[in-house]
């Protein structure tokens, strides 16, 4: 982790792809403290180091030792909104379950999409590669039709374990995905490709209720865990532990291309020990939590929503009654992906009005949702600590022209000047203190005790 104190009214961020955005502060503000993660040392030969973890694996056996003729293997990959390696992982994989003997027509291959939209042909085909989608059985699993699903029990933590079939049927489960800070889980990747990413979502609600105790001030604090102390992982293991065999290849990620280390083994030690190596590139440092803070969604390809999260990664850093300001690359095709334009454009419709609404609206809407035990409970408390304690204001060109200049209690820009006006304006005068995370679809901070000043 790199830590800076520099002027920001020239900074550069990143913005998609392979573009930068100059960060225009007014010349008044402070010297901001800026926090890079560490990404250095990115891995020149993927497929030798690939092959290199398959073949001395964590806490497993090689996978083609695992199977034989006649074995059922379901794959199961990350979203698309990750820029997991999947395309470059398959080929390298199939190749060895058919060298030990598995057909054709006993592997499946499942995105796990969890609430997320179906995944469509042509994006499978993205994911995956034509040969794949062509040669194997691929799907997008129904998160709603329980006739898709077998039902395997229920967790001690009282989680109905409800698993798409071709994945809870198999002999063997391989689970491609990465590791990144996660806001209730810890840490994404590992079995919660299948919980809740090939769930139903009745198991995906009660998963996501763990950890979210109404006692409980700040449901962020869970990010960055340990496992063992992590109720959603918890509850995750429990199910994992009604399954079968499964054997994970998960990896830790920079920008897209830039792949640190890659890992193949039994799901548990895979996912602790690049945890562990999440934290010490990732995790910022402490410090005093600041007026303003500013957060780019890089390397987030792009998906507003999926966006948001970057805000919630940081909001430790940001004081109550501070700002909190997002930078959002925004891919105009991937603008609905997490949640239908259409039902941003209703939210965008009733204007500063709603979004004061919300505001005082949202704790008894997650009272009433916890009491109910809905599925939108999760939502709804991370959508509170977002907006009730601070001002989000977002820099987000194509949402702005395509839903206009309101989203609930969130105010959208697409000019700079103007954002940093409703920043001062918010602040009643310009910050004391600016605290920039860059990549903050990366880096993340926890274990700061927010201000009550």
Known sequence: MSRTTERAEALAVPWG???????????????????????????????????????????????????????????????????????????????????AGVRTEDVSVSVGVGR???????????????????????YSPPVDDLSH?????????????????????????????????????GFGGGYKLIFPGTSHRSTLGALHRQGLDPKQHDAARLIGGEAAHNPMRQAIRAAAAMLGPCFS???????????????????DPVQDALANEVR??????????????????????????????????????????????????????????????RSLR?????????????RRGLKLAERIAAARQAPAQFLLRWARELVVDRTVLVYAPPLYERIGPQLGPVRLF????ALWRAAHAALGGGPKSVRIFPQGGLTYATGQEPSTR
């Open 149 to 185: 699903y077998v039902h395997l029990g229920t967790t001690p933590e009282g989680v109905p374990v409800r698993v798409f079939r071709p994945v809870a049927e198999a002999d063997l489960r391989i689970l491609i995905g990465s590791v990144l800070p996660h806001l209730q889980a």
């Open 346 to 358: 209703m939210v965008a419709a009733v204007g500063r009005p709603g979004g004061w609404i919300a």
């Open 17 to 99: 792809e392979r573009d930068q955005l100059t960060l225009n502060l007014p010349e008044a503000w402070p010297e901001a403290d800026v926090i890079w993660p560490e990404v250095g040392g990115a891995i020149d030969d993927y497929e030798e180091a690939l092959i290199r973890a398959l073949d001395q694996p964590r806490g497993a056996a090689p996978i083609e030792t695992q199977v034989q003729a006649g074995s059922k293997v379901a794959i199961v990959v990350d979203d698309p909104s990750r820029w997991t390696p999947v395309r470059e992982v398959l080929p390298i994989v199939l190749k060895r379950l058919h060298g």
């Open 116 to 138: 997320h939209h179906a995944v469509s042909d042509s994006a499978m085909r993205r994911r995956l590669g034509d040969e794949v989608v062509e040669t194997y059985r691929c």
């Open 414 to 417: 697409a000019d700079q000047a």
């Open 280 to 341: 010490r590139r990732y995790l910022a440092p402490e410090g005093a939590p600041v007026d303003l803070l500013i957060a780019g969604n890089h390397p987030w390809p792009g998906d507003p929503m999926q966006s948001f999260k970057v805000l919630l990664q940081h909001r430790a850093a940001c004081r109550r009654g501070g700002v909190l300001a997002g930078f959002f690359w925004t891919d105009a095709e991937e603008i609905d992906r997490s949640f239908p334009l």
């Open 249 to 267: 290849i998960s990896h830790l990620l920079g920008a897209p291309g830039e792949i640190f280390e890659v890992e193949a083994g039994h799901p």
